[in-house]
C-alpha cells in the first residue's frame, strides 16, 4: 500500500535558524496537505499542494510540490520559538484517496 | 463557534472494558474520521465514514467499532478486543468524502485513554 515517509524525526534548532522537513511517498500523490500539532493539542491544517512542481507561501514558511507529485517539503525562515510543534505531511493517490500521514517531523527551538 | 468536541479529553478503564468515545461536530461536514495516535507514529486511520449510515475500515480497524446515525457525531468504541487500546485518539471531519474532494481535515481536541 502507498507510504508516506518523513524526516527527519527530530529536529532541534536554536532561534532564528532554517528548518526543513521533507516527505516521500512511494506512489504518485494526488495532493498533499501539511499540518501542524502544538505539544498536547491537535492537528491543525497549513496548506494543501496539488499541482506538480507548486510552491505556496505563508509567511515564513514555503512548502513545495515535487515536479513527479511524489516528495514535498516544509520549509520554514528564521524559525521563533512559536513554531514549536510537530509537522505532518499527508498525502492521497489514484485509488486510494485515504490520506496517508507521514510519522512527522517534531520541531524545538532554542530561545 | 463551529468546531469538532470530543470527550473526555482524558479517560481511564480497566483491561476487558469496552469503552466508547464520544465524537461531536457542528459543521455540517459529510465525512467523519477516527485517527489513532502513538508516540513517533504519526496518524493511523481507524474508521471513516462518508455519509449518514455509511462507514468503512481504515488500516488499524481491529478491535473497534463505529457507528454513523446521525450526521454530527461518529462515536468510536474501544472493544476489549484490542490489544493495545492505550493512546491519544482523535476525530476529525471534512466538507466532502475525502474520494473526490481531497478536502482538508479539522480535527477535535482528541481523547487519551489510558487502559491498566
Known amino acids: 500500500g502507498q507510504q508516506v515517509m518523513q524526516i527527519p524525526q527530530y529536529q532541534h534548532v536554536q532561534e532564528g535558524e532554517d528548518f526543513t522537513t521533507y516527505c516521500n511517498s512511494s506512489t504518485t500523490l494526488s495532493n498533499i496537505q501539511w499540518y501542524k500539532q502544538r505539544p498536547g493539542g491537535h492537528p491543525v491544517f497549513l496548506i494543501q499542494l496539488v499541482k506538480s512542481g507548486e510552491v505556496k507561501k505563508q509567511k515564513r514558511l514555503t512548502f513545495q510540490f515535487g515536479e513527479a507529485k511524489k516528495n514535498s517539503s516544509l520549509h520554514i525562515t528564521a524559525t521563533q520559538t512559536t513554531d514549536v510543534g510537530t509537522y505532518f505531511c499527508g498525502g492521497s493517490g489514484g485509488s486510494n484517496y485515504k490520506l496517508t500521514f507521514g510519522k512527522g517531523t517534531l520541531l524545538t527551538v532554542n530561545p | 463557534d463551529g468546531g469538532i468536541t470530543q470527550s473526555p479529553k482524558y479517560l481511564f478503564r480497566k483491561e476487558g472494558q469496552n469503552v466508547t468515545l464520544s465524537c461531536e461536530q457542528n459543521l455540517n461536514h459529510d465525512a467523519m474520521y477516527w485517527y489513532r495516535q502513538d508516540p513517533g507514529q504519526g496518524l493511523r486511520l481507524i474508521y471513516y465514514?462518508?455519509?449518514?449510515?455509511?462507514?468503512q475500515k481504515g488500516d488499524i480497524a481491529e478491535g473497534y467499532s463505529v457507528s454513523r446515525e446521525k450526521k454530527e457525531s461518529f462515536p468510536l468504541t474501544v472493544t476489549s478486543a484490542q490489544k493495545n487500546p492505550t493512546a491519544f485518539y482523535l476525530c476529525a471531519s471534512s466538507p466532502f468524502g475525502a474520494a473526490f474532494y481531497n478536502s482538508p481535515l479539522h480535527f477535535g481536541n482528541g481523547t487519551r485513554l489510558t487502559v491498566t
Open positions: 465514514s462518508q455519509i449518514v449510515n455509511d462507514f
